[in-house]
């Protein structure tokens, strides 16, 4: 067994766990792992590391998400799988189809600024229903 370092949230797996239960691995700790496990975290089953040996005491480097999210590479073609964005082999978009346009007018019910101060034109006052005022209570009542 190796020590290595974390460079992301790991979800490592026990060691001849029946349940195949995981322990995690926070960015930055360090870890004992056996080479085969070591392997599931290293290219080529993984487009980018996501261990290094605990003997490099280089900061940590910066990863965003979009990095690892959904990355794998098959081991039987050597291929990226599930990289995001377009295929290398996609045809551009066509002229003008990137642009964003507002086609509708904005809601009537959203409220309109200094809504609040003003009263609307069609306001009516309902008068309260007789039946429903409650007769005050009684001292002892319960």
């Known amino acids: 067994m190796s020590a290595y370092q974390a460079l992301v949230n790991l979800s490592v797996p026990r060691k001849g766990d029946p349940g195949k239960e995981t322990d995690l ?3 930055g700790e360090t870890v004992d792992l056996t080479d ?3 392997d599931l975290f290293r290219p080529p089953n993984r487009a980018m590391a996501m261990i290094r040996p605990a003997a490099e005491a280089d900061p940590l480097p910066k990863i965003h998400p979009r ?3 959904g990355i794998k590479v098959n081991p039987r073609t050597g291929k990226l799988i599930g990289v995001p964005g377009p295929g ?5 978009d066509p002229e003008g189809s990137s642009q964003v346009i507002i086609t509708e007018p904005p809601e009537a019910n959203e ?3 200094d809504s609040e101060n003003r009263l609307p034109v069609d306001a009516v006052d309902i008068q309260p229903n007789r039946g429903s005022r409650r007769a005050p209570a009684r001292a002892g009542a319960k």
């Open 25 to 27: 691995v926070m960015a």
């Open 36 to 38: 085969d496990v070591a």
């Open 67 to 69: 990095q690892l999210s």
């Open 88 to 92: 290398a082999d996609a045809r551009a």
């Open 111 to 113: 409220p309109q600024l």
